[in-house]
């Protein structure tokens, strides 16, 4: 295996990005490899090669995880899936999640009363997913924006936006050692659970609690999210908590979707990316299986 730079990974994940793009705008006519590769800058075996490279299977298996049926089946279990994760949650940090988590939510109140001049560290890394901000403090990660089209600024003023009061000062080093567990090799190693530290209502730390219950490889809706937390009719409500999660992919609201509705499925730091995350761990998720 050709060990690849967190760098190089993020230029990986840029084509596969753009391809995706492609896919997306022109999937009625279900574009074949030559024409995706294509639109991604690249002969079809190069294309081939830097997919299975990436997400660890082809194009065509990859594709196959972002059809209607594949959702409909991840949907239908979604229920079951949801009050087991429950169960085992109440057990200590979350091992179904990947790295497995421990987390503390605050409210805004609390947050004030820790008073003003608390110091966050904040670093600017790439990563399979692209370039992102993480920011953390010494009770965990309090913040992962990916890097748009706005740039890094943009994504740190996203997480100073929530936090304000804090002092908050560049660590690339310090922030690069909670990057390893999430994205290096020792990601998933129960020995080393992850800790998450956020901000947030009463109900949106209800809500992003209950994403940090879904599996990786599954998919549930903001339907079933209202409904684990015991608030069936609160499903816009759910929508926005969702929308405002401050730890991308850590939290995982990239795991729901409007229903079976895959190519629609909004998301903060864009529809491919978010296209890419259920692709790779359901990738993830099956080779696990075969292993």
Sequence with gaps: MVF???????????????????????????PGLDEIANAAALSPFHFRRLFIRWAGVSP????GYLT???????????????????????????????????????????FK????????????????????VVAVTDRGVCGLQF??????????ADIQRRLLGAH???AQDETWAHCETV?????????????LWYKGTNFQIKVWQALLAIPPGQLVTYGDIARAIGQPTAVRAVGSAVGANPIGFLIPCHRVI?????????YRWGTDRKLALIGWEQAQAECATVA
Excluded at 7 to 17: G, L, V
Excluded at 85 to 110: K, N
Excluded at 147 to 156: K, N, Q, R, T, V
């Design 60 to 63: 065509k298996q990859f594709l």
């Design 4 to 30: 690849q730079t967190a760098q190089q990974k993020a230029q990986d994940f840029a084509r596969i990005e753009r391809a995706l793009a492609y896919i997306r705008g022109n999937f009625c006519r279900e």
């Design 168 to 170: 908050f000062r560049r």
């Design 68 to 110: 209607l049926d594949h959702a409909r089946r991840a949907l239908d279990r979604a229920d079951s899936v949801l009050d087991a994760a429950h169960e085992a949650s109440v057990l200590g940090p979350l091992r179904l999640h990947d790295p497995p988590v421990h987390f503390e939510g605050i409210t805004p109140r609390q």
């Design 147 to 156: 890097i748009g089209e706005d740039g890094p600024h943009a994504a740190l």
């Design 183 to 195: 994205f290096g090799p020792a990601r998933g190693d129960p020995e080393r659970p992850l800790r």
């Design 113 to 132: 009363d820790m008073g003003e001049g608390l110091e966050i560290r904040y670093g600017i890394h790439p990563g399979f997913l692209g370039e992102f």
């Design 258 to 266: 409007r229903s079976t509705k895959l190519f629609d499925s909004r």
